[in-house]
C-alpha cells in the first residue's frame, strides 16, 4: 500500500497545478483511503504493549487450558505486540485468585513461551474487582501492580460501590495510580457523563477497550468510548482478550470510530509506562 500511495502522490505532483489546494486535497484523499484501509491490522506495532488480557490458563473466565492460552499469545505477536500484561480476574465472589497461584501460572506460561521462542516479553499483574476482598488486600499490601505503580481495578457493571472515593483514595495514600478498566462499558454511566470528570478529578486514569471501537460490546459502549476519546481522557488501550477470537476481532472487524482518531486525540501511555 505504502509503494501505490507514493507512487499517485507523485503522479499527481507532476501535473502543472495552477491551484496548489487541489494537490493538497488528492494528499488528503489517498490519507484517509489508504490509512483508513490499513491501519487496525498491526495495532500492536504502535501500542506495543498490551496492559488487559486473560491469557493465565484455567484462572478465569479468559483461558481454558494452557494451549489456548499460547495460541492468544501467538496472535498478539501477529498484532504486531512486543509485551503484554496478563491480569487475570480477582474478586471475591466469582474468582478467589491469589497472587501465589498467578506467579506460578505465569511462570508456567512463560516458561514455555521461552521454549518455544515465541518472540514477545510477558509480565504480569490483575485485574481488581472492588469488594471487601480488595480493601483486604490493599491494607495487607498483597497487590500485583502494573505498569510501575498502576492498579488495574474494576466494578459492578451495574451500580458503583457505596464506599467508591474511600477505596480510590485509599490506593492513592498508599502511592498506587487508580486505573480504571473500561470505563465506557459501565451500564450505571448511562447518559451521566459527569461521572467521568468526577472521576478524572479523583486521580482515576482509563483504560478502554480496542473492540468497544468496532461496537462489540453495543451502540451504547462505542457512544461514550468516542465521548471519552474525543476529551482526550484514555490513557491506556487494551485488548481484554478472553478468546482468540476477542484478539482476531481486532484485526478484522469493522471499526465504526478510526483508531487513528484515538491514538491522535489521546496521550497513550502503554509505551512510555510499559
Known amino acids: 500500500m505504502k509503494i501505490k500511495k507514493v507512487f499517485l502522490e507523485n503522479y499527481f505532483s507532476k501535473i502543472e497545478i495552477q491551484d496548489n489546494n487541489i494537490l493538497d486535497y488528492f494528499s ?5 483511503f489508504f490509512n483508513n484501509k490499513d491501519e487496525y491490522k498491526n495495532i500492536g506495532e504502535i501500542l506495543t504493549t498490551d496492559i488487559h488480557s486473560h491469557i493465565l490458563p484455567g484462572i478465569d473466565d479468559g483461558a481454558k487450558s494452557l494451549n489456548e492460552s499460547i495460541a492468544m499469545i501467538e496472535a498478539l505477536v501477529l498484532l504486531g505486540y512486543k509485551k503484554a500484561v496478563l491480569t487475570p480476574h480477582i474478586m471475591n465472589e466469582g474468582y478467589k485468585n491469589d ?3 498467578i506467579l506460578n501460572l505465569f511462570y508456567l506460561l512463560n516458561k514455555q513461551i521461552q521454549a518455544k521462542n515465541i518472540d514477545i516479553v510477558l509480565d504480569v499483574s490483575a485485574e481488581y474487582y472492588l469488594d471487601d476482598n480488595f480493601l483486604f488486600l490493599l491494607s495487607s499490601n498483597d497487590i500485583l501492580p502494573l505498569c510501575g505503580n498502576h492498579i488495574l481495578f474494576e466494578t459492578s457493571y451495574l451500580s458503583l460501590p457505596f464506599n467508591f472515593k474511600e477505596i480510590i483514595y485509599e490506593m492513592r495514600v498508599r502511592g498506587y495510580r487508580p486505573l480504571l478498566a473500561h470505563p465506557e462499558r459501565y451500564i450505571y454511566v448511562r447518559d451521566n457523563y459527569s461521572i467521568y470528570e468526577e472521576w478524572r478529578d479523583l486521580g482515576i486514569e ?3 477497550e480496542l473492540n468497544s471501537f468496532n461496537a462489540k ?3 451504547e459502549a462505542l457512544k461514550r468510548a468516542v465521548w471519552l476519546s474525543q476529551k482526550g481522557w484514555i490513557d491506556y488501550l487494551g485488548t481484554d482478550a478472553h478468546s482468540i477470537e ?6 478484522d472487524a469493522k471499526y465504526l470510530y478510526p483508531l487513528s482518531k484515538v491514538i491522535s486525540s489521546n496521550d497513550i501511555k ?5
Request: glycine share 4%; with cysteine; net charge positive.
Open 28 to 32: 488528503r484523499l489517498l490519507n484517509k
Open 270 to 274: 502503554n509505551i512510555r509506562y510499559c
Open 99 to 101: 497472587t501465589e497461584r
Open 217 to 219: 460490546y453495543g451502540k
Open 246 to 251: 476477542d484478539i482476531l476481532r481486532i484485526k
Open 206 to 208: 482509563f483504560q478502554l
